[in-house]
Protein backbone atom coordinates (compact mmCIF):
# COMPACT_ATOMS: atom_id res chain seq x y z
CA UNK A 1 0.00 0.00 0.00
CA UNK A 2 3.19 2.29 -0.06
CA UNK A 3 2.10 3.61 -4.11
CA UNK A 4 -0.23 7.13 -4.30
CA UNK A 5 -2.62 4.31 -6.46
CA UNK A 6 -2.66 1.64 -4.13
CA UNK A 7 -3.36 3.86 -1.04
CA UNK A 8 -6.39 5.14 -3.24
CA UNK A 9 -7.64 1.71 -3.66
CA UNK A 10 -7.01 1.06 0.39
CA UNK A 11 -9.35 4.22 0.72
CA UNK A 12 -11.72 3.24 -1.66
CA UNK A 13 -11.93 -0.41 0.01
CA UNK A 14 -12.47 0.94 3.96
CA UNK A 15 -14.88 3.91 3.45
CA UNK A 16 -17.41 1.30 1.20
CA UNK A 17 -18.82 0.00 4.26
CA UNK A 18 -18.78 3.15 5.62
CA UNK A 19 -21.25 4.22 2.56
CA UNK A 20 -23.33 1.82 3.38
CA UNK A 21 -24.42 2.66 7.02
CA UNK A 22 -24.68 6.35 6.19
CA UNK A 23 -27.06 5.25 3.06
CA UNK A 24 -29.28 3.26 5.50
CA UNK A 25 -29.46 5.93 8.44
CA UNK A 26 -30.29 8.77 5.45
CA UNK A 27 -33.12 6.87 4.20
CA UNK A 28 -34.12 6.19 7.64
CA UNK A 29 -34.22 10.01 7.68
CA UNK A 30 -35.57 10.60 4.51
CA UNK A 31 -38.80 8.66 4.59
CA UNK A 32 -39.48 9.10 9.00
CA UNK A 33 -43.03 10.31 7.86
CA UNK A 34 -43.63 7.09 5.56
CA UNK A 35 -42.07 4.72 8.37
CA UNK A 36 -44.15 6.48 11.06
CA UNK A 37 -47.87 5.68 9.00
CA UNK A 38 -46.77 2.08 7.93
CA UNK A 39 -45.02 0.89 11.76
CA UNK A 40 -46.51 3.62 14.46
CA UNK A 41 -49.97 4.08 13.35
CA UNK A 42 -51.74 7.13 15.63
CA UNK A 43 -54.63 9.41 15.31
CA UNK A 44 -52.25 12.31 16.12
CA UNK A 45 -49.46 12.36 13.25
CA UNK A 46 -47.22 14.60 15.76
CA UNK A 47 -47.24 11.77 17.73
CA UNK A 48 -46.25 9.33 15.44
CA UNK A 49 -43.92 10.98 13.58
CA UNK A 50 -42.28 11.38 16.81
CA UNK A 51 -42.28 7.67 17.86
CA UNK A 52 -40.77 7.13 14.38
CA UNK A 53 -37.85 9.36 14.91
CA UNK A 54 -37.43 8.05 18.61
CA UNK A 55 -36.83 4.46 16.84
CA UNK A 56 -34.08 6.15 14.17
CA UNK A 57 -32.20 8.09 17.50
CA UNK A 58 -32.87 4.47 19.73
CA UNK A 59 -30.05 3.01 17.56
CA UNK A 60 -27.51 5.42 18.69
CA UNK A 61 -28.62 4.26 21.95
CA UNK A 62 -26.41 1.09 20.80
CA UNK A 63 -23.09 2.94 19.55
CA UNK A 64 -21.80 3.33 22.75
CA UNK A 65 -21.78 -0.45 23.36
CA UNK A 66 -20.75 -1.08 19.61
CA UNK A 67 -17.65 1.33 20.67
CA UNK A 68 -16.80 -0.69 23.30
CA UNK A 69 -16.71 -4.37 22.00
CA UNK A 70 -16.60 -4.24 18.67
CA UNK A 71 -14.00 -1.31 19.01
CA UNK A 72 -12.09 -3.72 21.67
CA UNK A 73 -12.48 -6.42 19.07
CA UNK A 74 -10.86 -4.41 16.57
CA UNK A 75 -7.85 -2.86 18.89
CA UNK A 76 -6.90 -6.61 19.77
CA UNK A 77 -7.97 -8.48 16.51
CA UNK A 78 -7.22 -6.04 13.83
CA UNK A 79 -8.39 -3.23 11.96
CA UNK A 80 -9.72 -5.81 8.82
CA UNK A 81 -11.55 -8.17 10.52
CA UNK A 82 -13.20 -6.00 12.64
CA UNK A 83 -14.68 -4.05 9.95
CA UNK A 84 -15.67 -7.09 8.44
CA UNK A 85 -17.66 -8.28 11.85
CA UNK A 86 -19.31 -4.72 11.43
CA UNK A 87 -20.46 -4.41 7.85
CA UNK A 88 -22.18 -7.96 8.73
CA UNK A 89 -24.18 -6.68 11.61
CA UNK A 90 -24.64 -3.68 9.61
CA UNK A 91 -26.41 -5.80 6.84
CA UNK A 92 -28.33 -8.06 9.31
CA UNK A 93 -30.07 -4.59 10.33
CA UNK A 94 -30.99 -3.64 6.88
CA UNK A 95 -32.52 -6.50 5.84
CA UNK A 96 -34.85 -6.36 8.61
CA UNK A 97 -35.98 -3.11 8.10
CA UNK A 98 -36.39 -3.56 4.35
CA UNK A 99 -38.44 -6.87 4.81
CA UNK A 100 -40.79 -6.73 7.72
CA UNK A 101 -44.51 -6.31 7.11
CA UNK A 102 -46.38 -2.99 8.54
CA UNK A 103 -48.46 -2.68 12.00
CA UNK A 104 -51.66 -3.70 10.09
CA UNK A 105 -50.00 -7.03 9.18
CA UNK A 106 -47.94 -7.80 12.53
CA UNK A 107 -49.53 -6.08 14.91
CA UNK A 108 -47.38 -4.79 17.93
CA UNK A 109 -44.22 -7.21 16.47
CA UNK A 110 -43.63 -5.08 13.49
CA UNK A 111 -42.32 -1.70 15.28
CA UNK A 112 -40.67 -3.85 17.56
CA UNK A 113 -38.43 -5.91 14.61
CA UNK A 114 -38.20 -2.39 13.05
CA UNK A 115 -36.28 -1.03 16.55
CA UNK A 116 -34.19 -4.74 16.37
CA UNK A 117 -33.04 -3.36 13.04
CA UNK A 118 -31.96 -0.17 13.86
CA UNK A 119 -30.03 -1.48 17.28
CA UNK A 120 -28.16 -3.55 15.26
CA UNK A 121 -27.36 -0.82 12.76
CA UNK A 122 -26.43 0.99 15.78
CA UNK A 123 -24.37 -1.31 17.22
CA UNK A 124 -22.14 -2.04 14.66
CA UNK A 125 -22.48 1.79 13.58
CA UNK A 126 -21.06 2.21 16.85
CA UNK A 127 -17.19 1.10 15.79
CA UNK A 128 -17.54 1.34 12.01
CA UNK A 129 -16.89 5.27 12.00
CA UNK A 130 -13.75 4.59 14.50
CA UNK A 131 -12.37 1.37 12.80
CA UNK A 132 -12.68 3.51 9.74
CA UNK A 133 -10.61 6.98 10.63
CA UNK A 134 -8.12 4.74 12.71
CA UNK A 135 -7.42 2.79 9.45
CA UNK A 136 -7.09 5.80 7.42
CA UNK A 137 -5.18 7.76 9.92
CA UNK A 138 -2.69 4.35 10.21
CA UNK A 139 -1.83 4.33 6.46
CA UNK A 140 -2.21 7.90 5.71
CA UNK A 141 1.64 9.77 3.93
CA UNK A 142 3.44 11.67 5.81
CA UNK A 143 1.92 15.51 6.33
CA UNK A 144 -1.19 14.69 5.23
CA UNK A 145 -3.44 12.54 7.37
CA UNK A 146 -6.11 14.67 7.72
CA UNK A 147 -6.68 15.31 3.74
CA UNK A 148 -7.03 10.81 4.01
CA UNK A 149 -8.81 10.60 7.47
CA UNK A 150 -10.96 13.02 5.95
CA UNK A 151 -12.90 10.68 3.54
CA UNK A 152 -14.29 8.97 6.36
CA UNK A 153 -17.08 11.61 6.21
CA UNK A 154 -16.54 12.09 2.48
CA UNK A 155 -17.82 8.80 1.54
CA UNK A 156 -20.81 9.44 3.89
CA UNK A 157 -21.96 12.40 2.05
CA UNK A 158 -21.44 10.11 -1.36
CA UNK A 159 -24.13 8.21 0.45
CA UNK A 160 -26.66 11.20 1.32
CA UNK A 161 -26.44 12.08 -2.27
CA UNK A 162 -27.19 8.45 -3.58
CA UNK A 163 -29.79 8.43 -1.13
CA UNK A 164 -31.25 11.90 -2.10
CA UNK A 165 -30.90 11.31 -5.73
CA UNK A 166 -32.66 7.77 -5.30
CA UNK A 167 -35.46 9.43 -3.81
CA UNK A 168 -35.50 12.15 -6.08
CA UNK A 169 -36.19 9.81 -8.76
CA UNK A 170 -38.60 7.43 -6.70
CA UNK A 171 -40.88 10.90 -6.32
CA UNK A 172 -40.85 11.43 -9.96
CA UNK A 173 -41.85 7.69 -10.94
CA UNK A 174 -44.27 6.93 -7.86
CA UNK A 175 -47.46 8.92 -6.97
CA UNK A 176 -47.29 10.36 -2.91
CA UNK A 177 -49.59 7.64 -2.26
CA UNK A 178 -47.33 4.71 -3.50
CA UNK A 179 -44.41 5.97 -1.90
CA UNK A 180 -46.02 6.22 1.63
CA UNK A 181 -47.37 2.41 1.03
CA UNK A 182 -44.36 0.40 -0.54
CA UNK A 183 -41.76 3.17 -2.25
CA UNK A 184 -40.41 3.88 0.98
CA UNK A 185 -39.04 0.22 0.99
CA UNK A 186 -37.40 0.55 -2.13
CA UNK A 187 -34.21 2.38 -1.12
CA UNK A 188 -34.11 -0.36 1.89
CA UNK A 189 -33.87 -3.19 -0.91
CA UNK A 190 -31.37 -1.11 -2.81
CA UNK A 191 -29.19 -1.38 0.26
CA UNK A 192 -29.58 -4.98 0.62
CA UNK A 193 -28.24 -5.60 -2.54
CA UNK A 194 -25.45 -3.57 -2.68
CA UNK A 195 -24.32 -5.86 0.73
CA UNK A 196 -22.74 -8.61 -1.03
CA UNK A 197 -20.42 -6.50 -3.38
CA UNK A 198 -19.39 -4.48 -0.37
CA UNK A 199 -18.22 -7.71 1.63
CA UNK A 200 -16.06 -8.57 -1.77
CA UNK A 201 -14.53 -5.16 -1.65
CA UNK A 202 -13.94 -5.23 2.17
CA UNK A 203 -12.61 -8.92 2.20
CA UNK A 204 -9.84 -7.61 -0.23
CA UNK A 205 -8.61 -5.06 2.72
CA UNK A 206 -5.35 -5.36 3.77
CA UNK A 207 -4.15 -5.03 7.66
CA UNK A 208 -2.14 -1.57 8.80
CA UNK A 209 1.18 -1.94 9.00
CA UNK A 210 1.14 -0.01 12.05
CA UNK A 211 -1.25 -2.52 13.54
CA UNK A 212 0.77 -5.61 12.45
CA UNK A 213 3.84 -3.84 14.27
CA UNK A 214 2.69 -3.88 17.50
CA UNK A 215 4.22 -6.35 19.80
CA UNK A 216 1.20 -6.29 22.69
CA UNK A 217 -2.63 -6.56 21.19
CA UNK A 218 -4.67 -6.06 24.92
CA UNK A 219 -7.37 -7.71 25.90
CA UNK A 220 -10.76 -6.56 27.02
CA UNK A 221 -10.14 -6.44 30.49
CA UNK A 222 -7.07 -4.01 29.63
CA UNK A 223 -8.87 -1.92 27.06
CA UNK A 224 -11.78 -1.49 29.62
CA UNK A 225 -8.87 -0.47 32.60
CA UNK A 226 -7.06 2.37 30.12
CA UNK A 227 -10.22 3.79 28.83
CA UNK A 228 -11.50 4.17 32.63
CA UNK A 229 -7.91 6.15 32.53
CA UNK A 230 -8.56 7.88 30.30
CA UNK A 231 -12.23 8.54 30.30
CA UNK A 232 -11.79 12.77 31.03
CA UNK A 233 -10.15 12.60 27.51
CA UNK A 234 -13.19 11.01 26.11
CA UNK A 235 -15.68 12.92 27.43
CA UNK A 236 -13.52 15.75 26.22
CA UNK A 237 -13.68 13.89 22.87
CA UNK A 238 -17.29 13.37 23.16
CA UNK A 239 -18.35 17.08 23.55
CA UNK A 240 -15.69 17.69 20.54
CA UNK A 241 -17.73 15.36 18.24
CA UNK A 242 -21.04 16.77 19.05
CA UNK A 243 -21.24 19.82 16.94
CA UNK A 244 -20.27 17.63 13.72
CA UNK A 245 -22.96 14.59 14.16
CA UNK A 246 -25.47 17.52 15.42
CA UNK A 247 -24.47 20.00 12.37
CA UNK A 248 -24.39 16.94 10.20
CA UNK A 249 -27.99 15.32 10.74
CA UNK A 250 -29.41 18.74 10.55
CA UNK A 251 -28.70 19.53 7.14
CA UNK A 252 -28.86 15.88 6.10
CA UNK A 253 -31.46 13.15 7.70
CA UNK A 254 -33.89 15.90 9.14
CA UNK A 255 -33.80 18.49 5.64
CA UNK A 256 -36.34 16.23 3.98
CA UNK A 257 -38.96 16.41 6.95
CA UNK A 258 -37.92 19.67 7.73
CA UNK A 259 -39.08 20.57 4.45
CA UNK A 260 -42.00 19.13 4.48
CA UNK A 261 -43.41 19.48 7.34
CA UNK A 262 -42.48 22.69 8.29
CA UNK A 263 -41.59 24.54 5.43
CA UNK A 264 -44.64 23.16 3.31
CA UNK A 265 -41.76 22.53 0.14
CA UNK A 266 -42.34 19.95 -2.11
CA UNK A 267 -40.66 16.41 -1.61
CA UNK A 268 -38.72 16.99 -4.37
CA UNK A 269 -37.09 20.57 -3.36
CA UNK A 270 -36.31 19.09 -0.20
CA UNK A 271 -34.60 15.90 -1.44
CA UNK A 272 -32.52 18.01 -4.63
CA UNK A 273 -31.39 20.43 -1.43
CA UNK A 274 -30.56 17.48 0.61
CA UNK A 275 -28.54 15.91 -2.90
CA UNK A 276 -26.56 19.48 -3.38
CA UNK A 277 -25.23 19.55 0.38
CA UNK A 278 -24.23 16.25 0.05
CA UNK A 279 -22.24 17.40 -2.85
CA UNK A 280 -21.10 20.14 -1.09
CA UNK A 281 -20.07 18.41 1.79
CA UNK A 282 -18.09 15.92 -0.10
CA UNK A 283 -16.05 19.20 -1.31
CA UNK A 284 -15.05 20.81 1.76
CA UNK A 285 -14.74 17.96 3.75
CA UNK A 286 -10.92 16.96 2.01
CA UNK A 287 -10.33 20.22 1.65
CA UNK A 288 -10.56 21.21 4.96
CA UNK A 289 -8.99 18.61 6.01
CA UNK A 290 -5.88 19.24 3.77
CA UNK A 291 -5.99 23.04 5.19
CA UNK A 292 -5.75 21.38 8.62
CA UNK A 293 -2.67 19.76 7.72
CA UNK A 294 -1.42 22.88 6.67
CA UNK A 295 -2.42 24.98 9.28
CA UNK A 296 -3.25 22.79 12.32
CA UNK A 297 -6.28 21.28 13.65
CA UNK A 298 -7.21 24.37 16.38
CA UNK A 299 -7.68 27.30 14.09
CA UNK A 300 -10.39 25.27 11.74
CA UNK A 301 -12.16 24.24 14.82
CA UNK A 302 -12.03 27.64 16.82
CA UNK A 303 -13.54 29.15 13.60
CA UNK A 304 -16.12 27.00 12.76
CA UNK A 305 -18.02 26.68 15.96
CA UNK A 306 -17.73 30.49 16.94
CA UNK A 307 -19.24 31.45 13.30
CA UNK A 308 -21.86 28.73 13.65
CA UNK A 309 -22.69 30.73 17.33
CA UNK A 310 -22.82 33.53 15.48
CA UNK A 311 -24.89 32.29 12.93
CA UNK A 312 -26.74 29.39 13.14
CA UNK A 313 -29.87 30.80 14.59
CA UNK A 314 -30.20 34.19 12.88
CA UNK A 315 -29.90 32.26 9.07
CA UNK A 316 -32.60 30.05 10.47
CA UNK A 317 -34.85 32.87 11.41
CA UNK A 318 -34.24 34.55 7.97
CA UNK A 319 -35.01 31.65 6.16
CA UNK A 320 -38.70 30.45 8.14
CA UNK A 321 -39.49 34.06 7.14
CA UNK A 322 -40.23 33.71 3.58
CA UNK A 323 -39.64 29.77 3.44
CA UNK A 324 -38.26 28.53 -0.42
CA UNK A 325 -36.29 26.12 -2.04
CA UNK A 326 -33.44 29.05 -2.65
CA UNK A 327 -33.49 30.25 1.03
CA UNK A 328 -33.71 26.35 2.25
CA UNK A 329 -30.30 26.36 -0.32
CA UNK A 330 -28.81 29.06 1.00
CA UNK A 331 -28.44 28.51 4.57
CA UNK A 332 -27.70 24.82 4.27
CA UNK A 333 -24.86 25.49 1.97
CA UNK A 334 -23.76 28.18 4.85
CA UNK A 335 -24.15 25.36 7.54
CA UNK A 336 -22.32 22.60 5.10
CA UNK A 337 -19.30 24.75 4.56
CA UNK A 338 -19.29 25.38 8.70
CA UNK A 339 -19.60 21.55 9.09
CA UNK A 340 -17.10 20.29 6.47
CA UNK A 341 -14.35 22.81 8.05
CA UNK A 342 -15.20 21.71 11.45
CA UNK A 343 -15.41 18.08 10.61
CA UNK A 344 -12.31 18.19 8.62
CA UNK A 345 -10.19 18.82 11.56
CA UNK A 346 -12.19 17.24 14.17
CA UNK A 347 -12.17 13.53 12.85
CA UNK A 348 -7.84 13.34 12.38
CA UNK A 349 -7.78 15.61 15.85
CA UNK A 350 -9.97 13.00 17.70
CA UNK A 351 -7.57 9.78 16.14
CA UNK A 352 -4.22 11.69 17.11
CA UNK A 353 -5.25 12.67 20.88
CA UNK A 354 -6.37 8.88 21.68
CA UNK A 355 -3.85 6.94 23.28
CA UNK A 356 -2.46 4.40 20.53
CA UNK A 357 -3.83 1.22 22.27
CA UNK A 358 -6.52 1.98 22.46
CA UNK A 359 -7.10 3.83 19.46
CA UNK A 360 -10.33 2.65 17.94
CA UNK A 361 -12.11 1.99 21.30
CA UNK A 362 -11.44 5.78 22.51
CA UNK A 363 -12.06 7.25 19.05
CA UNK A 364 -15.21 5.16 18.63
CA UNK A 365 -16.48 6.01 22.42
CA UNK A 366 -16.16 9.38 22.23
CA UNK A 367 -17.82 9.35 18.54
CA UNK A 368 -20.97 7.28 19.89
CA UNK A 369 -21.31 8.78 23.19
CA UNK A 370 -21.75 11.84 21.39
CA UNK A 371 -23.89 10.81 18.54
CA UNK A 372 -26.32 9.20 21.29
CA UNK A 373 -26.67 12.05 23.31
CA UNK A 374 -27.03 14.58 21.21
CA UNK A 375 -26.53 14.03 17.33
CA UNK A 376 -28.59 11.16 16.86
CA UNK A 377 -31.46 12.48 18.50
CA UNK A 378 -31.08 15.79 16.43
CA UNK A 379 -34.56 15.41 14.37
CA UNK A 380 -36.77 14.19 17.14
CA UNK A 381 -34.97 17.14 18.99
CA UNK A 382 -35.58 19.33 16.53
CA UNK A 383 -39.23 18.50 16.08
CA UNK A 384 -39.88 19.07 19.48
CA UNK A 385 -38.02 22.22 19.80
CA UNK A 386 -40.31 23.96 16.80
CA UNK A 387 -43.63 22.30 18.29
CA UNK A 388 -43.33 23.71 22.23
CA UNK A 389 -41.61 26.84 21.44
CA UNK A 390 -44.02 27.63 18.17
CA UNK A 391 -40.80 28.90 16.27
CA UNK A 392 -39.92 26.97 13.23
CA UNK A 393 -36.10 28.48 13.58
CA UNK A 394 -35.65 26.56 16.73
CA UNK A 395 -33.01 24.07 15.64
CA UNK A 396 -30.63 26.89 15.02
CA UNK A 397 -31.07 26.92 19.08
CA UNK A 398 -30.41 23.23 18.94
CA UNK A 399 -26.76 23.45 16.66
CA UNK A 400 -25.73 26.76 18.39
CA UNK A 401 -25.66 24.90 21.78
CA UNK A 402 -23.41 21.99 19.65
CA UNK A 403 -21.15 24.85 18.62
CA UNK A 404 -21.00 26.08 21.98
CA UNK A 405 -19.71 22.43 23.51
CA UNK A 406 -17.53 22.03 20.40
CA UNK A 407 -15.56 25.16 21.40
CA UNK A 408 -15.21 24.49 24.93
CA UNK A 409 -13.97 21.38 23.97
CA UNK A 410 -11.13 22.34 21.86
CA UNK A 411 -10.33 24.99 24.01
CA UNK A 412 -9.81 22.05 26.68
CA UNK A 413 -7.99 19.70 24.57
CA UNK A 414 -5.36 22.39 23.70
CA UNK A 415 -4.82 24.09 27.25
CA UNK A 416 -1.37 24.43 28.07
CA UNK A 417 -0.67 21.83 25.37
CA UNK A 418 -1.74 18.91 27.70
CA UNK A 419 -3.41 17.11 25.11
CA UNK A 420 -2.25 19.57 21.98
CA UNK A 421 -4.20 18.48 18.53
CA UNK A 422 -1.19 17.77 16.63
CA UNK A 423 -0.95 18.93 12.96
CA UNK A 424 0.09 16.30 10.57
CA UNK A 425 3.73 17.65 10.36
CA UNK A 426 4.24 18.28 13.82
CA UNK A 427 3.42 14.58 14.33
CA UNK A 428 5.46 13.41 11.82
CA UNK A 429 2.93 10.30 10.79
Known amino acids: MASTSGKGKAIFRVVSGNFLEMFDFMVYGFYATAIAKTFFPSDNAFASLMLSLATFGAGFLMRPLGAIFLGAYIDRHGRRQGLIVTLAMMAMGTVLIACVPGYATLGVAAPLLVLLGRLLQGFSAGVELGGVSVYLAEIATPGRKGFFVSWQSASQQAAVVFAGLLGVALNHWLSPEQMGDW ?64 SFYLITAYTPTFGKAELHLSDFDALLVTVLIGMSNFFWLPVMGAVSDRIGRKPLLLAATILAILTAY ?116
Open 183 to 246: GWRVPFLVGCMIVPAIFIIRRSLEETPEFQARKHRPTLKEIVRSIGQNFGLVLAGMALVVMTTV
Open 314 to 429: PSLSWMVQAPSFERLLMVELWLSFLYGSYNGAMVVALTEIMPVEVRTTGFSLAYSLATATFGGFTPAACTYLIHVLDNKAAPGIWLSGAAVLGLVATLVLFHGNKHALRTAQAAGV
